[in-house]
Antibody
Framework: QVQLQESGPGLVKPSQTLSLTCTVS??????????WSWIRQPAGKGLEWIGR???????NYNPSLKSRVTISGDTSKNQFSLKLSSVTAADTAVYYC????????????WGQGTLVTVSS | SSELTQDPAVSVALGQTVRITCQGD??????ASWYQQKPGQAPVLVIY???SRPSGIPDRFSGSSSGNTASLTITGAQAEDEADYYC???????????FGGGTKLTVL
């Protein structure tokens, strides 16, 4: 059974960098069959795709966040990470990591989500 | 802003059938996937592809598509189906992945 678990600080100060890690168990981020994505959801609002990484290390980002986002992977730890720079209160949200089959069959496994609050 | 458009709220009487729709240009090229999200929980995939259900999803959930519109149908809605529903698809424009704004389903 594939499991994803987000971890990282729950509180980040404005203008700083938000950093989260997703640890994957029961499956390998090196598999060529999947993208590994970050998705966020502000309280009471909808889902927003942030970006993804593929086994080769190639990445794609939401154009609206691209200038501030970096997603990287560590195959030795079976983890992938999100960095979002210059955060503001608008970046306060629950952040999810999720698996996305290359075949385009939807995000089939999600982490439980982690709340990140941007506040001084 | 979402490039997939969903009605913000829909209601259905217990045991009746409800259709939740999702519109967007990307749906002319890609199938929609549908997710159910209950308060405080992560989304759960309920429909993907032409009309496929992951293991464990009841067969009262089904999907269809026509032109730029995808639909999620719940036949015989149950109280436990009350949730937010999101569609998503791939996109060949600047944003590779798009989500709809979500539909809040109330079961009366």
């Amino acid at each position: 059974q594939v499991q994803l678990q987000e971890s990282g600080p729950g509180l980040v100060k404005p203008s700083q960098t938000l950093s989260l890690t997703c640890t994957v168990s029961g499956g390998s981020i090196s598999s060529g069959s999947y993208y590994w994505s970050w998705i966020r959801q502000p309280a009471g609002k909808g889902l927003e795709w942030i970006g993804r990484i593929y086994t080769s290390g190639s990445t794609n980002y939401n154009p609206s966040l691209k200038s501030r986002v970096t997603i990287s992977g560590d195959t030795s730890k079976n983890q992938f990470s999100l960095k979002l720079s210059s955060v503001t209160a608008a970046d306060t949200a629950v952040y999810y990591c999720a698996r996305d089959p290359v075949a385009g069959t939807g995000f089939d496994y999600w982490g439980q989500g982690t709340l990140v609050t941007v506040s001084s | 802003s979402s490039e997939l458009t969903q009605d913000p709220a829909v209601s259905v009487a217990l045991g009746q059938t409800v259709r939740i729709t999702c519109q967007g240009d990307s749906l002319r090229s890609y199938y929609a996937s549908w997710y159910q999200q209950k308060p405080g929980q992560a989304p759960v995939l309920v429909i993907y592809g032409k009309n496929s259900r992951p293991s464990g999803i009841p067969d009262r959930f089904s999907g269809s598509s026509s032109g730029n519109t995808a639909s999620l149908t719940i036949t015989g809605a149950q109280a436990e189906d009350e949730a937010d529903y999101y569609c998503n698809s791939r996109d060949s424009s600047g944003n590779p992945v798009v989500f709809g704004g979500g539909t809040k389903l109330t079961v009366l």
